[in-house]
């Protein structure tokens, strides 16, 4: 498999036999970069059970997909899941690795760049290619949010980052054609073996996914208080969205942590995204300014919110969001009759 020399590898983590929607995420925007690299994109799948399913990373767009199929890897462990990953770079020098920053990917990447003596920029939000020296361009916040800083590692390989969940949109390549499936031997010891999963209990949660809502009504510190996201729970009900919010609010104990845009929630691309009370610092515009609209309700004429908004109110939103409830209100009872 000599063509997987130098190619974009996506690490492609399963719950239940189940590819993550990141997975596919990071496929759509790791095409364009194997495209600008003049390489193969590759899927790398470990599980049990996962052979029969991916056909699903080939369509969009893995045209090379190395998978270890065994019952060691049916659940996620480091030093296991480690072990393959480090054994199939050094057998085929992947130049580009890319993993979701979910749970596990938080864990797996900097294990994988300690042992492989490489650099990880972690939670990407953006990645390109320099077009001079094709060193991958990786884009994060930071400094605590204030800035956006793009890294780039160009004295070692594999070129590693982890992206962000919600990031970037899945997109299924039309006509994507089978992809050539390498099966790959565990190389996994004893020695990788260092705990054991026993039973995995699942916790309920009553949250909604907000990465997933296309209507998010958000809130931040000029709530004032717990009980303003009642208000924005009822502007929500009658658009048919989820509510959102702040680190602020957040911090502050208003509402649970689930519900957090931003750097250091999480990152949602809604078709509408109405910030009620958000000043819109740095932080909180990194999780939703790839909002398909985005409408401001600020009383601060200069709040940076509205450098962000297509549409902006300026206005105390206790008075501006119970007005908009009763114009919905009326044209859906209008509708109705």
């Not at 470990?46 to 998978?67: E, H, P, Y």
């Amino acid at each position: 498999m000599n063509h997987s020399n130098n190619a974009v590898w996506v690490f492609a983590e399963q719950r239940d036999g189940e590819f993550l929607p990141v997975v596919y995420e990071i496929l759509t925007e790791a095409r364009g970069i194997a495209e600008k690299l003049n390489t193969n994109l590759c899927a790398v799948a470990f599980g049990q059970g996962v052979t029969g399913k991916l056909d699903q990373l080939a369509a969009f767009g893995a045209q090379t997909i190395l998978c270890t199929d065994a019952p060691e890897f049916s659940t996620y462990t480091t030093g296991v899941y480690t072990r393959q990953l480090a054994e199939l770079i050094h057998q085929y020098s992947p130049a580009v690795l890319f993993i979701g920053a979910t749970h596990n990917g938080r864990d797996l990447g900097p294990r994988l760049a300690s042992r492989l003596d490489t650099g990880l920029t972690a939670d990407c939000t953006s990645l390109d290619v320099d077009a001079d020296t094709g060193n991958l361009l990786m884009t994060r916040p930071a400094f605590g949010g204030n800035l956006m800083a793009t890294i780039i590692s160009p004295n070692r390989h594999p070129q590693m980052a982890t992206v962000r969940p919600g990031v970037f949109k899945a997109m299924p390549l039309p006509g994507a054609p089978a992809a050539a499936v390498v099966q790959a031997t565990s190389q996994v010891q004893s020695g990788d073996m260092l705990t054991e999963i026993v039973h995995v209990v699942k916790e309920k949660s009553q949250e909604e996914d907000i990465t997933r809502a296309r209507i998010i009504v958000a809130g931040g510190r000029g709530l004032g208080n717990a009980t303003g996201f009642d208000l924005l729970q009822e502007l929500a009900d009658c658009l048919g969205g989820t509510v959102a919010a702040s680190r602020a609010a957040v911090d502050a104990g208003w509402i649970n942590n689930a519900r957090q845009v931003g750097q250091t929630g999480k990152t949602v691309q809604p078709e509408l995204y109405i910030a009620c009370g958000i000043s819109g610092a740095i932080q909180h515009l990194a999780g939703m300014n790839k909002a398909r609209t985005i409408v401001a309700i600020n009383k601060d004429k200069d709040a940076p919110i509205f450098k962000a908004a297509h549409y902006g109110l300026v206005g105390d939103l206790f008075q501006v969001v119970p007005a908009l409830v009763k114009q919905l209100k009326s044209q859906e009872k209008g509708t109705k009759s």
